[in-house]
């Protein structure tokens, strides 16, 4: 069986300062990884994934994230926030050769003006 | 482009009503649907998915069932509501599970069961 733990509900961070968002995953096998943000009353928005390759991945809004095969991590970064990126964010994982994903419990960012 | 919808996008039902939300996909064939609830603005729980037209896997038991009348139409219903069927109810779908392509999500129907 797959997990996502997001260990953070809630995480606050002043605007212009460097955000992480953190993600580790247990797996049995090669894992697709995902983020994804939600603001309020919205479907999730996708802003990233990780299928192979470079470990280092961009994706919208400024945001990356790292794969880390021997931390079996995913953490969301982003260089300066903004206070529009405050939402929830959700980690998700998903195997090869399979479509259903398996979510974190999400954790909400706030960034302070 | 593909675009998915979802409707209605709110909806208050007493308890022991009847339920139907129902989600479409264009611009694509065949997709994987998926339907979620999210409780409490928080975690995802995937209640029912479905490979092709009338192939619905469930993965919750529970007081609501799903059904795919048409390739893109995927609904979920139920016959008699409770309390706890309220939540933000989410669409999904996806192009095909061997690819590595992503899940994209509708914006939601908000369920209030009073």
């Known amino acids: 069986a797959q997990s996502v733990a997001q260990p953070e509900d809630q995480v606050n961070v002043a605007e212009g300062n460097p955000l992480t968002v953190k993600c580790t995953y247990s797996?049995?096998?090669?894992?697709?990884l995902f983020w994804y943000v939600q603001y309020p009353n919205r479907g999730l928005q996708f802003l990233l994934k990780?299928?192979?390759?470079?470990?280092l991945v961009k994706g919208s809004y400024g945001f990356e994230a790292e794969f880390n095969k021997s931390q079996t991590s995913f953490h969301l970064k982003k260089p300066s926030a903004l206070v529009s990126d405050s939402a929830l964010y959700f980690c998700a994982v998903r195997l090869t050769g399979y479509s259903t994903l398996t979510f974190g419990k999400g954790t909400m960012l706030l960034v302070s003006p | 482009s593909q675009t998915i919808h979802q409707w209605p996008a709110t909806l208050v039902q007493p308890v022991g009503s009847p339920l139907s939300l129902e989600c479409t996909v264009e611009?694509?064939?065949?997709?994987?649907l998926y339907w979620y609830r999210q409780a409490a603005g928080r975690g995802l729980q995937l209640l029912f998915y479905?490979?092709?037209?009338?192939?619905i896997s469930s993965e919750v038991p529970q007081n609501l069932s799903a059904s795919r009348p048409q390739d893109r139409q995927f609904i979920l219903s139920s016959k008699k509501l409770l309390l706890s069927d309220s939540g933000f109810y989410l669409c999904a779908w996806i192009k095909s599970a061997t690819s590595t392509d992503t899940q994209y999500f509708g914006p939601g129907t908000r369920l209030t069961v009073l």
């Open positions: 990780y299928i192979t390759g470079d470990n």
């Open positions: 797996v049995s096998g090669n894992p697709y």
């Open positions: 479905s490979v092709g037209i009338g192939q």
């Open positions: 611009g694509t064939s065949n997709p994987n």
